[in-house]
């Protein structure tokens, strides 16, 4: 890795696209290296069930023998990436004060993006290294014309529009995304969330604060599943049965600060 030296001063996005250049040139094992180490300057990498619409997704190299089935599906490594936001601003601009609670405006949506590392990349079946939305955290606002005492934010995690899915695999990992990437995502759309407000009537200042304390607040728990019960994995059941029972075993829709 002695080459890899000279370039210290890149930021992680750019060893990650010089490798995904390599690769694409036939140069994987310079590529997976660049891709790794821009990970180690990075975000790290945490433990994940790796889900799509089909369910779990199993090692590549495995046929659907059910004897191989139990060793292929286990957590696999990613690295996160980058959040965006969502929210629709469309809506709020003509809106009145008095319909807002009633609208689809009043939640917010933080969609976090991941990448399979290069072991990860090379051992399943996955069709490119770019970035996997595995997860949204909603904050959605409850009574929010009411009295300032009654307006609360409850957090929920989901991933409804995206052909995959995923969620912490350990208590570790969960812990580092909620330590070292979620506060500081919520912090980094504070003024986004005020404009996106003020468009409306609504108090906007104690909002975004209710929103930036929540994540203290939610439960690690509801961060991670530490294993996949046998029956609702595909080993017990045929692949597409599997898919919502998973879904709502990683997604339940209960308030992640309870």
Not at 150 to 176: E, L, M, P, V
């Amino acid at each position: 890795m002695k080459w890899i030296k000279k370039f210290e001063e890149l930021s992680p996005e750019t060893y990650r696209t010089v490798g995904k250049q390599l690769i694409q040139k036939g140069h994987s094992t310079r590529g997976f290296n660049m891709i790794d180490h821009s990970i180690k300057i990075g975000y790290g990498i945490v433990n994940m069930w790796f889900a799509d619409d089909n369910g779990l997704i199993k090692r590549g190299d495995k046929d659907d023998e059910s004897s191989k089935r139990a060793a292929s599906y286990i957590p696999r490594t990613f690295s996160f990436i980058k959040s965006e936001i969502t929210f629709n601003e469309a809506c709020l601009k003509d809106i009145d004060v008095d319909d807002f609670a009633d609208s689809e405006c009043h939640s917010i949506n933080i969609e976090f993006y991941f990448s399979p590392t290069a072991e990860t990349f090379r051992d399943m079946k996955i069709e490119s290294l770019d970035e996997v939305k595995l997860f949204t955290i909603t904050f959605t606002l409850i009574d929010p014309t009411g009295d300032i005492a009654d307006r609360k934010i409850q957090a929920h995690i989901n991933n409804i529009k995206s052909s995959y899915y995923g969620i912490f695999s350990d208590r570790k990992s969960a812990i580092y995304f909620k330590k070292n990437i979620l506060s500081k995502e919520i912090e980094k759309y504070e003024d986004k969330i005020l404009d996106l407000l003020t468009l409306t009537e609504i108090p906007t200042t104690e909002i975004v604060e209710k929103i930036i304390d929540l994540d203290k607040n939610i439960k690690i728990n509801n961060l991670f599943r530490s294993e996949i019960p046998y029956t609702i994995s595909p080993i017990s059941m045929s692949i597409g049965s599997s898919k919502s029972k998973l879904y709502n075993y990683f997604f339940p829709k209960n308030d992640l600060t309870k």
